[in-house]
């Protein structure tokens, strides 16, 4: 396993009990709702909320299972669900459908994780239920059309684009490798002879103690990505070399995000998928953070996700 400084043991803000915590986002402030960190539960069909401090957790039961809410140009979210794309008003919680989305697949697949690009473009991902070998793909939805542009994954993750956007990461967990594509100016991966050329190897993690998992791109361009089974988020230089950590003290982190006052505090979601035994008193499925404002870390604001 690889080892390097640890900044922190992030603390238990939400005891959201989650199975499969994933996607947080950081919601803006509006004219009727603070800013506050968003989160879901992905075999649950919930969509979480809180404040920056962890009060005032609020669950949304969905009609589905969904795995992402993007905010759009207009405040309101996508929801990114199992067999559809759909809108939810967060502040009246009215849902209506957008855009099927593998729903010839579905129940046999699902939506994975998920990202706005620098262009206020969606990529995201869909895996078999049961993690099929070879499930899922990997899509594009720009300016209301949905382009598939991967196929063959098996758990996709760690959607998340560089400060210029001229490059896009992601991983296919099982292989412990995180890919990076270069895209072209309108953010789309370049192509040769009509075909998308190949993603590059860009960071080897598989001697990293867990799976690659969801992941985040800070102020500088570097990567936070949390370790399923290691109980750690690590932060990559541009070379995709480990050169710090936040622990955790439990084992199954799945997403990190920036959000707070100045976008410095971490927030990982983590889950108990899988556990014959989880340990909810160290905090199992819950929503973790650390105040990262003494090391001079911060992140990047999202860009709202335009649809027309």
């Known amino acids: 396993m690889m080892s390097s400084p640890c900044l922190g043991t992030a603390r238990r803000v939400v005891a959201s009990g989650c199975e499969l915590g994933e996607g947080p986002g950081w919601t803006p402030t509006t004219s009727t709702l603070p800013a506050r960190v968003r989160w879901l539960n992905i075999l649950a069909g919930e969509l979480h909320h809180a404040a920056a401090d962890g009060s005032d957790h609020v ?7 969904t795995s992402y809410a993007a905010v759009t140009q207009d405040g309101d979210y996508l929801l990114v669900g199992q067999g559809m794309l759909s809108h939810f008003n967060p502040e009246t919680g009215a849902v209506e459908d957008f855009m099927p989305f593998e729903a010839d697949a579905a129940p046999a697949t699902r939506s994975n994780d998920a990202r706005v690009d620098r262009h206020g473009s969606l990529w995201l991902s869909s895996m078999g239920c049961n993690a099929e070998s070879g499930a899922g793909s990997l899509y594009r939805l720009h300016r209301g059309e949905l382009t598939r542009v991967l196929e063959g994954l098996t758990i996709p993750n760690a959607l998340c684009f560089s400060p210029d956007g001229r490059f896009a990461y992601f991983t296919d967990t099982v292989t412990g490798q995180v890919m990076r594509w270069q895209l072209d100016a309108d953010g789309w991966p370049l192509k040769s002879a009509g075909e998308y050329n190949a993603p590059e190897v860009w960071a080897d993690l598989r001697d990293a103690g867990g799976g690659p998992d969801g992941a985040v791109i800070d102020a500088e361009g570097h ?4 370790l399923w089974g290691a109980g750690r988020v690590a932060r990559l230089d541009h070379d ?8 955790l003290p439990v084992s199954q982190p799945s997403c990190p995000l920036f959000g707070g006052e100045g976008l410095s505090t971490l927030y990982v979601t983590t889950a108990h998928e899988g556990m014959a035994a989880p340990d909810h008193a160290a905090g199992d499925g819950d929503l973790f953070a650390l105040d990262l404002s003494a090391h001079g870390f911060k992140g990047l604001a999202e860009p709202p996700l335009v649809l027309g």
């Open 59 to 65: 669950i949304t039961q969905l009609a589905r299972r």
């Open 223 to 226: 990567m936070w990505i949390a």
């Open 240 to 247: 995709g070399k480990e050169i710090a950590h936040v622990a």
